[in-house]
């Protein structure tokens, strides 16, 4: 569960990544560019929820799954302090457990930075 502790932040048109036990930042092939603190203070990180998907890819916040039956938004609900299924179709959000993606047919299809026609969630 190491992996709840990355993140990653859409910045300059692209994905950046950078965990708490890490103060560099770095791109997805895993080269380092730069300090966390030299980045803008106000950006918006997405965690880790800690679970992979069926291809085994690690889902984060923003991240857009495939069911067999619908599209599904990963959100934070700060309220309940937990990661959140929020489904397309009935507008429902379902608190994530390891058991719904182990039991599940997830995919990770795409995210809200660069597939948001994937989904309309107004």
Same mark, same amino acid.
Not at 9 to 14: A, H, I, K, L
Not at 15 to 31: A, G, P, W
Not at 90 to 119: M, Q, W
């Given at each position: 569960?190491?992996?709840?502790?990355?993140?990653?932040?859409?910045?300059?048109?692209?994905?950046?990544?950078?965990?708490?036990?890490?103060?560099?930042?770095?791109?997805?092939?895993?080269?380092?560019?730069?300090?966390?603190?030299?980045?803008?203070?106000?950006?918006?990180?997405?965690?880790?929820?800690? &679970?992979?998907?069926?291809? /085994?890819?690690?889902?984060?916040? #923003?991240? $857009?799954?495939? =069911?067999?039956?619908?599209?599904?938004?990963?959100?934070?609900?700060?309220?309940?302090?937990?990661?959140?299924?929020?489904?397309?179709?009935?507008?429902?959000?379902?608190?994530?457990?390891? &058991?719904?993606?182990?039991? /599940?047919?997830?995919?990770?299809? #795409?995210? $809200?930075?660069? =597939?948001?026609?994937?989904?309309?969630?107004?």
């Amino acid at each position: 569960m190491n992996d709840r502790f990355k993140f990653r932040v859409w910045f300059d048109g692209r994905f950046i990544y950078k965990s708490l036990c890490d103060s560099n930042v770095y791109t997805e092939d895993n080269k380092c560019i730069c300090l966390a603190n030299t980045l803008p203070a106000d950006l918006p990180w997405e965690q880790c929820t800690g &679970l992979k998907d069926k291809t /085994g890819r690690l889902i984060y916040v #923003g991240d $857009i799954l495939q =069911d067999c039956e619908q599209k599904i938004k990963v959100v934070f609900d700060e309220e309940r302090h937990c990661f959140m299924f929020e489904y397309q179709h009935t507008r429902a959000y379902k608190p994530i457990s390891c &058991l719904d993606v182990l039991d /599940g047919d997830f995919e990770i299809i #795409g995210n $809200i930075h660069t =597939d948001k026609k994937l989904l309309d969630f107004s």
